[in-house]
């Protein structure tokens, strides 16, 4: 997967709509940002005045990624001066404004109500990318974070996020804590979404994948309003078939799974979307969990679909492992939460197909689809392979 064909012409679309990003520091008072890891292909551009954010981004961005490593490249950047790091004039771009551009940082503050300074992040190349800003206060304190919609697909994202959060400001879930929305809306051209931070201590992070936390999973599904059907008389499979009826393969895939499945009917619930490792964590005394990331939310989805989208996470991107390879151990642990969600054992592999499919059509509805090919294919392969084992049918 490849970044777009010129990076900074996407970061400026971003940051100054109708204005430009250009190497170097600039005229005396421009806004100015470090680019890393390297100008010509960030991932993160960075104030320079957040001396921990471009501290934290010297670790993260440098070679190798264990936690160890990570801190390894931060206290090395601390020794070797990171004053010199933010002065440092390889890594440096400029704002270059327009008469008709627009500022990202303006209109944060405005909405804030005091001066900010923001550390910007992408990642990689993958279905929901979009930049995500930590949003500090001039004495680098964390106040708030925004997300930009900055296609179609990402904005309906984010669009999704915000109705979910306000849905749950006024109806919260037990047992489950999601970012206060402070304000959502279009700007020019953009959705953005800003959050007000959660009360999580980072420093005591570790590397070791959270539990799937089946209990808070079974306490979202039952908040809403369940639902029995088959597969194929469901709001859920109406949709999925809306976003994969242009995808190659899409007519196909969705018809043999269908029938695979069968008529038996299947519960449906809430659904957080992306409950990943790195989007939970439990508050200190463990009696609740902070939950990120809901811009995949609904109230109609089948249950067990978010524990088989943790577990794939945790053996694909933890793991290291070929999805054809998650495909059995995630079926298995399936075996062992379905029943603790009210859901019978033998729809495993039914909602591990269902789990493929929906990471399927993410990538194929993306503004990105074009540069996930691999992934793509690579699902595909697995959703085939999984329709043609000896098992009948799967439900």
């Given at each position: 997967?490849?970044?777009?064909?010129?990076?900074?012409?996407?970061?400026a679309?971003?940051?100054?709509?109708g204005?430009?990003?250009?190497?170097?520091?600039?005229?005396?008072g421009?806004?100015?940002?470090?680019?890393?890891?390297?100008?010509?292909?960030?991932?993160h551009?960075?104030?320079?005045?957040?001396?921990?954010?471009?501290?934290d981004?010297v670790?993260?961005?440098?070679?190798?990624?264990?936690r160890?490593?990570r801190?390894?490249?931060q206290?090395?950047?601390?020794v070797?001066g990171?004053?010199?790091?933010?002065?440092n004039?390889?890594?440096?771009?400029?704002?270059v404004?327009?008469?008709d551009?627009?500022?990202?940082?303006?209109?944060?503050?405005?909405?804030?109500?005091?001066?900010?300074?923001?550390s910007i992040?992408?990642?990689?190349v993958?279905?929901?990318?979009?930049?995500v800003?930590?949003?500090?206060?001039?004495?680098?304190r964390?106040?708030?974070?925004a997300?930009?919609?900055w296609?179609?697909?990402?904005a309906?994202l984010?669009?999704t996020?915000?109705d979910a959060?306000?849905?749950l400001?006024?109806?919260?879930c037990?047992?489950?804590?999601?970012?206060?929305p402070?304000?959502s809306?279009?700007?020019?051209g953009?959705?953005?979404?800003?959050?007000?931070?959660?009360?999580v201590?980072?420093r005591?992070?570790?590397?070791?994948?959270?539990?799937v936390?089946v209990?808070?999973?079974r306490?979202?599904?039952?908040?809403?309003?369940q639902?029995s059907?088959?597969l194929a008389e469901?709001?859920?499979?109406q949709?999925?078939?809306?976003?994969?009826?242009?995808a190659p393969d899409?007519s196909?895939?969705?018809?043999a799974i269908?029938?695979?499945?069968?008529?038996d009917?299947m519960?449906f619930?809430?659904f957080?979307?992306?409950?990943?490792?790195?989007?939970?964590?439990?508050?200190?005394?463990?009696?609740?969990?902070?939950?990120w990331?809901?811009e995949r939310?609904?109230?109609?989805a089948?249950?067990?679909?978010?524990?088989?989208?943790?577990?794939?996470?945790v053996?694909?991107?933890?793991?290291?492992?070929?999805?054809?390879d998650a495909?059995e151990p995630?079926?298995?642990?399936?075996?062992?939460?379905?029943?603790?969600l009210?859901v019978?054992?033998?729809?495993?592999?039914?909602v591990?197909m269902?789990?493929?499919?929906?990471?399927l059509?993410r990538?194929?509805?993306?503004?990105l689809a074009?540069?996930l090919?691999?992934p793509?294919a690579e699902l595909v392969?697995a959703?085939r392979?999984e329709?043609a084992?000896?098992?009948?049918?799967?439900?």
């Open positions: 997967m490849s970044d777009p064909p010129d990076p900074l012409r996407w970061w679309n971003v940051v100054i709509p204005g430009s990003l250009a190497p170097g520091r600039g005229p005396a421009a806004e100015r940002y470090l680019a890393f890891p390297r100008r010509e292909r960030p991932s551009l960075i104030d320079p005045h957040l001396r921990g954010a471009v501290q981004a670790g993260r961005t440098g070679a190798g990624g264990s160890a490593e801190i390894a490249r206290v090395a950047a601390a070797a990171i004053d010199r790091i933010r002065q004039l390889p890594n440096s771009v400029h704002v404004a327009a008469p551009a627009v500022n990202l940082r303006a209109m944060l503050s405005e909405r804030l109500g005091r001066p900010v300074r923001l992040t992408a990642g990689p993958r279905p929901n990318r979009k930049p800003v930590r949003v500090f206060d001039p004495d680098e964390l106040v708030a974070f997300k930009v919609g296609d179609a697909a990402t309906a984010i669009a996020e915000a959060l306000g849905l400001l006024s109806d919260p037990p047992g489950i804590i999601a970012p206060e402070i304000w809306g279009d700007w020019h953009h959705h953005v979404l800003l959050t007000r931070p959660l009360a201590d980072h005591v992070a570790t590397d070791r994948a959270p539990d936390e209990g808070s999973l306490l979202l599904a039952e908040h809403f309003p639902t059907s088959p469901s709001a859920y499979w949709r999925l078939s809306r976003r994969l009826a242009d899409g196909s895939l969705l018809v269908a029938d695979a499945v069968g008529s009917p519960l619930g809430a957080h979307g992306d409950w990943s490792p790195w989007n939970l964590r439990r508050t200190p005394d463990r009696q609740q969990l902070f939950v990331d809901w939310f609904a109230t109609d089948p249950v067990g679909l978010d524990a088989a989208h943790h577990h794939m996470q053996h694909r991107f933890l793991r290291k492992q070929t999805v054809a495909v995630v079926r298995a642990a399936l075996r062992t939460d379905l029943p603790r009210g019978d054992p033998e729809a495993a592999a039914a591990v269902l789990e493929l499919l929906e990471a059509a990538m194929t509805e993306s503004g074009g540069q090919a691999a793509r392969d959703l392979s329709l084992a000896p098992r009948g049918r799967v439900s």
